[in-house]
């Protein structure tokens, strides 16, 4: 079966701007977690959805945020840009969540200059 | 919250060796400890994962121990190839009362094996 997809792939903004990244997960996954991976920080869970609903949430600003759709799909949008957002996001989809075999996207590359 | 914490950050062995990588917690609760690894531009993939429940797991030749009255964890790697060298995370968790909460990674470590 198809694996997680993650659109787009790279991303570009400027100080101040919003961004708005997909996560496709496996067909029949409900859960979808998202992280951001930088050289300093290592992985960081940002969020956790089930059946559309955030189950939990990490140590992020409310800048960051996130929602997930009737069929699974998830979205994270992150407002008012930040130099040091700039990072990998990956996202991650499994069937009943963070503690069932996770299966990783291929990320996308933000970059906030 | 939970706090975990992975050494060394670095590791590099010949092909052939044995590898080990160490992981502490902090959470008593944790009872779900995954291992991921991540080739060079390449997304994580789990390699095995050990509850609570257990002492031991293995799968050919990457084992997984865990002592949850020191709470921690060990990933063990025999017969190093060069396919095994890529970044390693250990990851906790827990699963209460029908709940589920975040997953927290440590910082990672590079395993090079050289030919």
């Known amino acids: 079966k198809a694996g997680v997809t993650q659109t787009p792939r790279y991303l570009i903004k400027t100080r101040g701007q919003q961004v708005t990244l997909s996560c496709s997960p496996i067909s029949g996954h409900r859960s979808v977690s998202w992280y951001q991976q930088t050289p300093g920080q290592g992985l960081q869970f940002l969020f956790e959805y089930f059946s559309e609903t955030q189950r939990n949430k990490g140590n992020f600003p409310g800048r960051f945020s996130g929602r997930q759709f009737s069929n699974s799909r998830s979205e994270m949008n992150v407002s008012t840009l930040e130099l040091g957002d700039s990072a990998l996001y990956l996202c991650a989809s499994s069937l009943t969540g963070v503690t069932d075999t996770q299966y990783f996207g291929p990320g996308t590359r933000l970059t906030v200059l | ?115």
Do not use: M
């Not at chain 2, 080990?20 to 991540?38: E, L």
């Open chain 2, 1 to 115: 919250g939970e706090n975990v914490e992975q050494h060394p950050s670095t590791l590099s062995v010949q092909e052939g060796d044995s590898a080990v990588i160490k992981c502490t917690y902090s959470d008593s609760a944790s009872n779900y400890f995954p291992w991921y690894k991540q080739e060079l531009g390449k997304r994580p993939q789990l390699i095995i994962d050990i509850r609570s429940n257990v002492g031991e797991k293995k799968d050919q030749r990457i084992a997984v121990t865990l002592n949850k009255t020191a709470k921690h964890f060990s990933l063990h790697i025999t017969e190093t190839q060069p396919e095994d060298s890529a970044v390693y995370f250990c990851a906790a968790s827990k699963n209460s009362g029908g709940s589920n909460y975040k997953l927290t990674f440590g910082k990672g470590t590079l395993l090079t094996v050289n030919p």
